[in-house]
């Protein structure tokens, strides 16, 4: 089997569409085993009383392609929910909000990993940010700004 292959096997069988579609309010991240911070805002999302199925692997690009992630949206994980996007430290409030208003969008991301923001907790650096709202094409628009 070709390395093309194997990477498209692979591909498919971690697909988050696929392995999310059975149950639309558990919330499937995907993260890297050895990221702190990813394991953090599992922590903040369950204490938000979220259900968290963790998906680990050490190759999250093919599953960034498949969600539609451009590099100027990405972050360190990406999760599906209720059949949006979350990528990165996105506040689990912001993630609610999306699910009760339901937009025509294709997800929420917080692009980068900024200080402050959940899982990435720094003592009292703050860094400001915006969680933005894109669709399959990539454009934005700020759902929420912090602090």
Request: contains cysteine.
């Amino acid at each position: 089997m070709t390395i093309k292959a194997l990477s498209l096997a692979f591909a498919m069988a971690i697909s988050p569409l696929a392995s999310a579609a059975g149950d639309e309010s558990v919330i499937t991240v995907y993260k890297s085993p050895s990221c702190g911070c990813c394991g953090d805002w599992v922590k903040h999302l369950e204490a938000n009383d979220f259900e968290v199925a963790v998906r680990e692997t050490n190759n999250l690009n093919p599953i960034k392609m498949e969600a539609g992630l451009t590099s100027a949206l990405a972050s360190c994980h990406t999760a599906f929910v209720d059949g949006y996007v979350i990528e990165g430290h996105v506040p689990a409030n912001d993630i609610r909000r999306l699910i009760e208003q339901a937009p025509k969008a294709k997800g929420l991301t917080v692009p980068g990993m900024p200080a402050g923001s959940p899982g990435m907790e720094m003592g009292n650096r703050q860094d400001a940010y915006q969680v933005l709202l894109f669709n399959d094409e990539g454009q934005t628009r700020v759902f929420a700004d912090y602090p």
